[in-house]
T-cell receptor
Framework: EAGVTQSPTHLIKTRGQQATLRCSPI?????VYWYQQALGLGLQFLLWYDEGEERNRGNFPPRFSGRQFPNYSSELNVNALELEDSALYLCASPPERISSTDTQYFGPGTRLTVL | EDQVTQSPEALRLQEGESSSLNCSYT??????LFWYRQDPGKGPEFLFTLYSAGEEKEKERLKATLTKKESFLHITAPKPEDSATYLC??????????FGRGTSLIVHP
């Protein structure tokens, strides 16, 4: 089965613009997690979607938002971009449709650069 | 608040020189302790999940162990291709894994 996919691979924006990042979970799986990995920092949890609903949110400002579509793919939107939003954005999905663990498989990431 | 601390931050080894990476965690109601390998600019690659103290898992030159407060990733006779950043994460009652900052491993030929 296909793994977690993300697009685009790279995204360059200027300060104040909006960025849209996309993720498709493992085929048929309903959960999508978003993380930010800034240079020198660990993975920071952003958002968790499951069955089309936001289940949990990390400590990020409201300009970070997203949604999950009926086919379980997801979008992360970052409004009013700031320089410090430059990071690798990662999407993750559990390995099984109904997972009894919190193990997550990651996509390749989207490198967002804000100039 | 869940916390995960990894040490050392960076580790340089000669090929064949075995060593261990440490992951200390403070998590209420541990649901799983995870190890990942991450190459530069790429997404983390899943290695192991450990569930309870005393559990061990192996994959090629890697062996992960778990106690009630720490996990170790032992690397036996490493090769240059083992060079990467190794991430540890722990999940508790919040169901959201907390990640450490990683250990950057460089193995010299």
């Amino acid at each position: 089965e296909a793994g977690v996919t993300q697009s685009p691979t790279h995204l360059i924006k200027t300060r104040g613009q909006q960025a849209t990042l996309r993720c498709s979970p493992i085929s048929g799986h309903t959960s999508v997690y978003w993380y930010q990995q800034a240079l020198g920092l660990g993975l920071q949890f952003l958002l968790w979607y499951d069955e089309g609903e936001e289940r949990n949110r990390g400590n990020f400002p409201p300009r970070f938002s997203g949604r999950q579509f009926p086919n379980y793919s997801s979008e992360l939107n970052v409004n009013a971009l700031e320089l410090e939003d430059s990071a690798l954005y990662l999407c993750a999905s559990p390995p099984e449709r109904i997972s009894s663990t919190d193990t997550q498989y990651f996509g390749p990431g989207t490198r967002l650069t804000v100039l | 608040e869940d916390q995960v601390t990894q040490s050392p931050e960076a580790l340089r080894l000669q090929e064949g020189e075995s060593s261990s990476l440490n992951c200390s965690y403070t998590v209420s109601g541990l649901r799983g302790l995870f190890w990942y390998r991450q190459d530069p600019g790429k997404g983390p690659e899943f290695l192991f999940t450990l569930y309870s103290a005393g559990e061990e898992k192996e994959k090629e030159r890697l062996k992960a162990t778990l106690t009630k407060k720490e996990s170790f990733l032992h690397i036996t006779a490493p090769k240059p291709e083992d060079s990467a950043t190794y991430l540890c994460a722990a999940s508790g009652g919040s169901y959201i894994p907390t990640f450490g900052r990683g250990t950057s491993l460089i193995v010299h030929p």
